[in-house]
């Protein structure tokens, strides 16, 4: 496979087409504090086993998109420890019994530098796998990197990561703002609730892709293994 030249894979609403040089991998928020148990999430009443499916299918699209040196990024939804990045609407709005920058099990909830607001050991990033620390649900509010995109040429994403509704629908729609066709493998993305996550996909290829494409990771692999 030359990933100079374009490859062409089924996904929903047709197919898609991209050139790996030009794409980059984007795994949003698969964070210990949402994925792990005693995390965050957990003690927001969800069930992290909905997200932990996602592991294993992202751990062989990342090991593929690597060993063909294509770009991956990933990001980390979080605030600073003095909380001056935190409106406190957010902060207040879930009314839980902790809130954001309250300490919890794995330290201050959403914090960056706090073990909880790290990238699961399954996914961590490689030294020269840009981070994306972010205060928003979007990957590109209040963050660089829609720069450090157009640094590197890239045109195009494949959006994985959690959760399919909040973060990376958020992601790809700002993304589709700024120019940039989005891939959404269905098993490499998940939600706490089932009926998010089937909506949540049908929103994005709805009416002819209006925020982009969904697909499968099989599909990806499929087209980077070529004929």
């Known amino acids: ?17 991209f050139r790996p040089t030009t794409c980059a991998l984007l795994i949003v928020d698969m964070q210990r504090d949402f994925l792990e148990p005693g995390g965050f999430g957990e003690t927001l009443g969800n069930d992290v086993a909905q997200l932990r499916r996602t592991i294993a299918p992202n751990q062989k699209l990342l090991a593929a998109w690597r060993a063909l040196g294509l770009q ?22 879930g009314r839980g019994a902790r809130l954001i920058g309250d300490l919890g099990p794995m330290g201050r909830i959403l914090i960056r530098g706090e073990p909880g607001h790290s990238i699961i050991p399954e996914l961590a990033p490689l030294p020269a796998e840009p981070v994306i620390d972010k205060p928003g649900k979007g990957a590109f509010y209040a963050t660089d990197l ?26 790809v729609r700002e993304a589709n703002d700024r120019g940039y ?4 493998p ?4 998940g939600s ?17 892709g ?13 087209a980077l293994a070529g004929p």
Not at 181 to 184: G, I, K, M, T, Y
């Open 186 to 189: 269905s098993d490499c993305v």
């Open 210 to 222: 209006i925020f982009g494409w969904v697909t499968s990771s099989d599909k990806i692999l499929s």
């Open 192 to 208: 706490y609730f089932p009926e998010f996550q089937t909506a949540a996909l049908k929103m994005i290829s709805a009416q002819g």
């Open 72 to 93: 991956v990024m990933h990001t980390r939804e979080g605030h600073r420890p003095d909380l001056m990045d935190l409106p406190p609407a957010k902060r207040h709005r």
């Open 181 to 184: 066709d989005c891939l959404v």
């Open 146 to 171: 829609h720069a450090i995109l157009q640094n590197r040429g890239i045109r195009q994403l494949i959006v994985t990561g959690v959760t399919t509704e909040v973060c990376v629908h958020t992601t």
């Open 1 to 17: 496979m030359n990933p100079a030249l374009p490859l062409h894979l089924d996904a929903e609403p047709y197919p898609f087409e």
